[in-house]
């Protein structure tokens, strides 16, 4: 410890440039030292922000906070912010560094502005959704406030913030999309960057513009919180920002390994599950999966196999988390154990499933077991053929690390991982990749243009990454003629820039009034923003896969997922329906507010809404060219040995089990490249040859297209385009 205050002193000391500081603190005179103002820890009997009287809810919140590590230095951190633009902050997850620091720093900061209807912000970015909704809707009832008031939250198609909100959760990626409105973040007196070490791809871009940012605006501070961090990386980028460590409260982690690796990790830990479940003292259970339908069916098993052994143990409480979860159900984790079934019984015990978000995001009290199998769903990309997928795969040594801390939080806990020691230290890579490293940048890039920032290449990123991976994004973003020739922003370009989706698609929406189909587009990017719709309950396949079948369009995917769509709105979104058809009304919710929020940016942009008349034959047509418009880079071409490869990358791949299409047309465009045993693309919709030389000259341009069946075949059909250009030319 002595050793440690040291450290800190000197740290102090590297960024106690006078000059530096002394213009900050005049620019803050606002801030007030520490909590000794007395505003809000407490002692007042009205609520600062609402003028109301505290609830006894309040005072016995207040208590637990007040005992989270991160208040012993609460002090100390007010102080450090004070005389610092940019303060770096590591502690322990479940140390309170989320819900705790943004209410210091509420405290402590005026956010008055001189036009009183205006108030400045504090922003606290999360790099998931779940966690910006979570840790939000609890602040709000630790201040006593209604979500949405003063504290809010601002995910991807959900603003859940008023003209009050004064802190405002919001995920990184929406942050930096207030940037290319907000180019100096002007609404926001402290940012804090939140959970810097999962090093989203969005998070270090952030860092990179928020450098500059604050040496435009020397009001504004900035704060990096981080669970473990490499923190000389971060102080070096942050030109040797004061580094503060709040004191974890981990008790000791014993941690098992399998003798042998484990064939298959579901079934060995649901095994796990049981045994603790069985033999080992009370406490809860915290086991890590990869996914929404594997975490679902891992919930089923544990009820199922613990409800056979019937009294011989005490009850359970399986509770899933996963992103697509709604708020109420994600809200469980944080229930108790049950009691035990009857007086002087068995003690109950709650176990969570849960993907990565309980690693570090979302910390839950009560853990004493924790199961890690040792592998995480990740993004993967390969430049050289375009591909990005999610992959499950295994974890680092530090994602290992701080799964086995979740065990230790309120006693000595166990963790068991589910595989050998020589795999931890042979196999597991020391750190997890930043994304940025593993990404697919078109988005990007995109966004970087609109930010104003030309040069990429001197672009300050943490971690730059490769050459070639930015390459692929210009390239890709010219080719949908986002950027011109030169990789400057083109209209297009600007217009595509403020839908909030992927290139590709906002290319389709832009152009679809075009194909004269934009209410159908718009539906079809809806549906493909949400996730996905169809229910397959275990107990009920067939009957789901025959509803599922009723929707079918013969030309594929896209088609089908509009015919629910508009299934859906005929039977005027009703929740019976939705149940019977083994459709998910949850998704269908959202796919339609997500659908209505693309018709607003749609109308700011003069972007015609219009259908082609639903008799026409060219109805599906025109719907599956405009797909076609933005998707002509994701075609693939059926070969004659019965295989598809994708164009121009030339990887073989398969339709996925999940496709509606009997048959196998000879081209399609599909939504997803999906990696797994196989390759697989996912979403696929029928589309013609012809319409890729009349949509996408500039991309099917034989002269750069290597050797393969589908070049002949474009040949052929370029050879057929000029034939009748001069039919008609001669005709004339
Ligand atoms: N929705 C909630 N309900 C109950 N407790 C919560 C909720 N969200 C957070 N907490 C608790 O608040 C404490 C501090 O958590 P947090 O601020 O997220 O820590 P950190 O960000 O340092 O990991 C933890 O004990 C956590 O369990
Ligand atoms: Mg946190």
Redesign the pocket.
């Known amino acids: 410890m002595g050793t440690e205050r040291k450290r800190k002193v000197s740290l102090f000391d590297v960024v106690a440039d006078p000059s530096v500081s002394g213009k900050i603190s005049k620019t803050n005179g606002a801030m007030a030292t520490g909590s000794s103002n007395g505003k809000n820890d407490g002692s007042s009997l009205v609520n600062r922000w609402n003028g109301r009287p505290y609830s006894a809810r309040y005072y016995e919140i207040l208590e637990k906070r007040k005992s989270?590590p991160v208040w012993q230095q609460k002090d100390e951190f007010l102080q450090t912010l004070k005389k610092n633009q940019t303060l770096i902050l590591v502690?322990e997850?479940?140390?309170?560094?989320?819900?705790?620091i943004p209410q210091f720093v509420l405290e402590a900061v005026d956010m008055e502005t001189p036009d009183k209807r205006k108030k400045m912000m504090i922003a606290c970015t999360q790099p998931r959704r779940v966690a910006a909704m979570?840790?939000s809707?609890?602040v709000a009832e630790e201040m006593d406030v209604t979500i949405g008031e003063e504290v809010g939250y601002s995910i991807r198609f959900e603003d859940c913030s008023s003209a009050r909100t004064v802190l405002k959760y919001l995920t990184d990626g929406m942050l930096l999309r207030e940037a290319m409105t907000d180019p100096l973040l002007e609404r926001y007196k402290v940012i804090i960057l939140d959970e810097a070490h999962e090093r989203t791809l969005a998070t270090d871009v952030l860092f990179g513009l928020l450098k500059e940012v604050l040496k435009n605006r020397p009001d504004l501070k900035l704060v990096v919180m981080s669970?473990t961090l490499e923190a000389e990386k971060f102080q070096n980028y942050f030109y040797g920002a004061p580094l503060m460590k709040v004191p974890g409260r981990l008790h000791p982690v014993e941690v098992f390994y399998t003798s042998e690796p484990e064939r298959d990790y579901l079934e060995a830990a649901i095994r796990t599950i049981v045994q603790i479940h069985m033999l080992e003292p009370p406490g809860d259970i915290l086991v890590f999966l990869t996914g929404e339908e594997e975490i679902e069916d891992a919930c089923r098993k544990i009820n199922k196999e613990i409800g056979n052994m019937g009294n011989q143990v005490g009850p359970v409480k399986v509770v899933p988390l996963y992103s697509s979860l709604p708020p109420a159900m994600q809200?469980k984790i944080?229930e108790p154990a049950p009691p035990p079934s009857e007086e002087g019984g068995r003690p109950g015990r709650k176990i969570v499933v849960a993907t990565n978000i309980a690693e570090?995001s979302?910390?839950?009290?009560g853990i004493v077991y924790v199961i890690d199998p040792g592998f995480a769903k990740q993004k993967v990309y390969n430049p050289r053929v375009r591909v990005e997928s999610l992959l499950v795969s295994p974890i680092s040594k530090a994602s290992a690390h701080q799964r086995a801390g979740r065990a230790g939080r309120t006693q000595p806990g166990k963790c068991f991982r589910l595989y050998t020691e020589r795999s931890f230290s042979n196999d597991l890579v020391n750190q997890t990749y930043p994304e940025i490293l593993r990404s697919n940048l078109a988005n990007t890039v995109l966004t970087l243009k609109k930010l104003g920032i030309d040069d990429l290449v001197h672009f300050d990123f943490m971690d730059p990454p490769a050459p070639e991976t930015l390459m692929r994004a210009l390239e890709v973003l010219n080719y949908l003629g986002a950027l011109d020739d030169d990789g400057n922003l083109t209209k297009m370009g600007e217009i595509m820039s403020e839908f909030p989706l992927d290139p590709q698609m906002s290319k389709m929406l832009v152009v679809s009034p075009e194909f004269n189909c934009s209410n159908e587009i718009l539906s079809v990017s809806a549906m493909l923003s949400v996730p996905n719709c169809f229910v397959r309950p275990r107990e009920a396949q067939k009957a789901a896969d025959e509803a599922k079948a009723r929707f079918g369009h013969i030309d594929g995917d896209h088609l089908t997922l509009l015919n629910v769509y508009h299934a859906y709105k005929q039977n005027s979104e009703d929740p019976t329906w939705c149940y019977e058809n083994f459709i998910n009304q949850r998704t269908m919710k959202a796919a339609d507010n997500v659908r209505q929020q693309l018709v607003r940016i749609m109308a700011r942009y003069n972007l015609k809404l219009c259908s082609t008349d639903f008799n026409s034959r060219d109805y599906y047509v025109n719907i599956r060219k405009a797909l076609l418009a933005g998707y002509f880079m994701q075609v693939a071409h059926l070969e004659k040995t019965g295989h598809y490869l994708t164009v121009k990358d030339n990887q073989v791949v398969h339709l996925h089990p999940s496709t509606c299409l009997d048959h196998k047309p000879e081209w399609v465009i599909y939504n997803e490249y999906v990696l797994t045993s196989r390759n697989f693309i996912r979403t696929v919709t029928d589309v013609r040859g012809e319409w890729l030389v009349d949509v996408a000259p500039h991309y099917y341009d034989l002269e750069n297209f290597p050797q393969c069946e589908a070049k002949r075949v474009l040949e052929r059909l370029y050879k057929k385009r000029e034939r009748e250009k001069e039919d008609s030319k001669n005709r004339r």
């Not at 997850?93 to 705790?100: A, E, H, P, R």
């Not at 979302?362 to 009290?365: A, H, K, N």
């Open positions: 989270l502690g997850t479940g140390s309170g560094k989320t819900t705790q979570s840790v809707r609890r669970a809200q944080f570090t979302l910390t839950i009290d």
